[in-house]
């Protein structure tokens, strides 16, 4: 299980790689005026959305072989879970809004894009600190 838990938070290090930096070129999206640079822009996002959703799914994967394989409980991980359902509906989010720079729909500002790209570090706090802690 020990490979396990060590895949599984490899895949966790990159996955959360991408959902700190794809809200970081959506910043720069968001101030970009020269149509080179935001295609480039766009050109870099849609890459890494692509990338760090093939990475979302081995660490997933390992957490449920985890979960199943040390048979764990308790209201920490049901927090955790909730917390992983939350980054995964963050993780879509992200897409969502790279949809809409790709189709010159974007209504929100850079200082938005910038406290959005806080609630990933946010979310990996409170799950370190449950799996680690488990304070419930």
């Not at 910043?27 to 996002?45: F, G, Q």
């Not at 093939?54 to 920490?76: E, Q, R």
């Not at 992983?84 to 963050?90: E, P, Q, S």
Request: aromatic letters at 18%; proline letters at 3%; a positive charge.
């Amino acid at each position: 299980m020990l490979w396990i838990k060590a895949l599984h938070i490899v895949f966790v290090t990159a996955w959360f790689a991408g959902l700190f930096y794809l809200p970081r070129i959506l910043v720069n999206l968001a101030m970009e005026t020269d149509a080179a640079a935001r295609a480039r822009l766009i050109t870099m996002a849609r890459k890494l959305y692509r990338f760090m959703t093939m990475l979302a799914v081995p660490a997933l994967g390992f957490g449920l072989w985890l979960w199943f394989g040390y048979h764990f409980s308790g209201a920490w991980l049901m927090a955790k879970l909730l917390l992983v359902m939350v980054l995964l509906g963050y993780h879509y989010y992200c897409g969502m809004l790279l949809e809409a720079f790709e189709q010159n729909r974007n209504t929100r500002s850079h200082v938005w894009y910038r406290w959005f790209n806080e609630v990933p570090v946010i979310i990996l706090l409170l799950v370190v600190i449950l799996v680690v802690v488990k304070p419930f």
